[in-house]
């Protein structure tokens, strides 16, 4: 249980375009989903925190109107990189919470990531 | 405020035992998280700890003492396919979730 999808695993894209990462929970329901971003050789960062039927919450310094995040069912939250540009290539992974198994209702299940590449 | 230390990085060889710490700091505590995560993919879950003690799952174990601020993981029969970087994370007060940088371990034959 508690599997977590991301879809595209790879995206390449000019500079300018916008990109859409799709996060679904495969067999349990995620009121909350999360969004990171890694860069080589570094940790995790939180981007935001997507609650469904609401507005994300973002962490401090991730631009709201250019990350635009959508969770509109308990299964499936997007991510939207608008007028992408280099600076944004990065990892881009997404987790969601599974209240009903896991040892804690707060253990986090991370989809496989999508790696982006903007030129 | 709340921080988290771990080493950067660690080399054991195979089939040997190794232990990577991890120490915080923090005003309100929900448990502490280990994540393994192999280079170029997704972190995956591997041990939580809320109360003090040693949480056993198979080769790997995690020990967690909050009057501390201290924790590790312990890898037991190390396998190649252990070379990963190892993830401490700690949910604070709020919930959230506050994340070492991690320990790239590498495991020589």
């Known amino acids: 249980g508690a599997v977590v999808s991301q879809h595209p695993s790879w995206v390449i894209c000019k500079s300018g375009t916008s990109v859409k990462i799709e996060c679904r929970s495969l067999d349990f329901q995620a009121t909350t989903m999360f969004w990171y971003r890694q860069f080589p050789k570094q940790s995790l960062m939180l981007m935001a925190t997507s609650n469904e039927g609401s507005k994300a919450t973002y962490e401090q310094g991730v631009e709201k109107d250019k990350f635009l995040i959508n969770h509109a069912s308990l299964t499936l939250s997007t991510l939207t990189v608008t007028s992408a540009h280099p600076e944004d290539s990065s990892f881009y992974i997404c987790?969601?919470?599974?209240?009903?198994?896991?040892?804690?209702?707060?253990?986090?299940?991370f989809g496989p990531g999508t790696r982006l590449l903007v030129l | 405020g709340q921080n988290i230390d771990q080493p950067t990085e660690m080399t054991a060889t195979e089939g040997a035992i190794v232990q990577i710490n991890c120490t915080y700091q923090?005003?309100?505590?929900?448990?502490l998280f280990w994540y393994q995560q192999h280079a170029g993919e997704a972190p995956t879950f591997l041990s939580y700890n809320v109360l003090d003690g040693l949480e056993e799952k198979g080769r790997f174990s995690s020990f967690l003492s909050r009057s501390k601020g201290y924790s590790y993981l312990l890898l037991k029969e190390l396998q190649m396919k252990d070379s990963a970087s190892y993830l401490c994370a700690l949910m604070d007060s709020n919930y959230q979730l506050i994340w070492g940088a991690g320990t790239k371990l590498i495991i020589k034959p």
């Open positions: 923090t005003s309100g505590f929900n448990g």
């Open positions: 987790s969601a919470r599974d209240p009903t198994s896991g040892p804690s209702f707060e253990t986090q299940y």
